[in-house]
């Protein structure tokens, strides 16, 4: 079975400081791991994944992510927060090795940027 | 379209009644997913479907529940004699076929049931 965790129901910072959003995972082979942002009464924004590679992973927005297996984590970071990095962040987790093709979400973690 | 397409956006219902939803993916993208949102939750997967392929039902709730894909492109969700606990923000996403490529989201369809 697959799952992802994000610990955090809320995480808040301060405009133009670093901002990290957690997530671990649990798969039994190899994952896929995604990152998606929600802005209100919107659908969801892909933002990054890893699939394979280097475990720093560059995405949209300035966002980063890095992989580290023996952690199963996959965090979510960006150096310098920007109020408008307000929104709900999902984690999301597939298992290379299963015929499953279906992403597993976290809980969410809602972002707030104070300026 | 450029992206995915939900109708309607927004449905309120009364508990009881049958309601579908509609979803159509982005042209040339074979898998399709239907996810649900409550309020203030993350998604819970209902739905998944692969070309040609049997879909995958794991995720439905109930047997109220069912999905059909017409041609391999458009999508409809049906809940028969919806509850309130049906209410929720339904999701639908398409991606390309083939390796772990990220889902496309539509901007979903309110249910509302009273």
């Known amino acids: 079975a697959q799952s992802v965790a994000q610990p955090e129901d809320q995480v808040n910072v301060a405009e133009g400081n670093p901002l990290t959003v957690k997530c671990t995972y649990s798969v039994s082979g190899n994952p896929y791991l995604f990152w998606y942002v929600q802005y209100p009464n919107r659908g969801l924004q892909f933002l990054l994944k890893?699939?394979?590679?280097?475990?720093l992973v560059k995405g949209s927005y300035g966002f980063e992510a890095e992989f580290n297996k023996s952690q199963t984590s996959f965090h979510l970071k960006k150096p310098s927060a920007l109020v408008s990095d307000s929104a709900l962040y999902f984690c999301?987790?597939?298992?290379?090795?299963?015929?499953?093709?279906?992403?597993?979400f976290g809980s969410g973690t809602r972002l707030q940027v104070q300026p | 379209g450029a992206g995915v397409s939900q109708s309607p956006s927004n449905k309120v219902t009364e508990k009881g009644k049958d309601v579908e939803l509609r979803c159509d993916p982005i042209s040339g993208h074979t898998a399709l997913y239907w996810y649900r949102q409550s309020l203030g939750q993350g998604l819970e997967f209902l739905i998944y479907?692969?070309?040609?392929?049997?879909?995958?039902k794991s995720g439905l709730p109930s047997d109220r529940f069912s999905a059909e894909r017409t041609g391999g492109s458009v999508s409809t969700l049906t809940i028969q004699r919806t509850q309130q606990e049906d209410s929720a923000v339904y999701l639908c996403?398409?991606?390309?076929?083939?390796?772990?490529?990220?889902?496309?989201f539509g901007e979903g369809s309110r249910l509302t049931v009273l």
């Open positions: 479907f692969q070309g040609n392929s049997a879909p995958d």
């Open positions: 890893y699939i394979t590679g280097d475990n």
């Open positions: 996403a398409s991606r390309l076929a083939g390796g772990p490529g990220e889902l496309f």
């Open positions: 999301a987790v597939r298992d290379e090795d299963t015929g499953r093709r279906a992403l597993t």
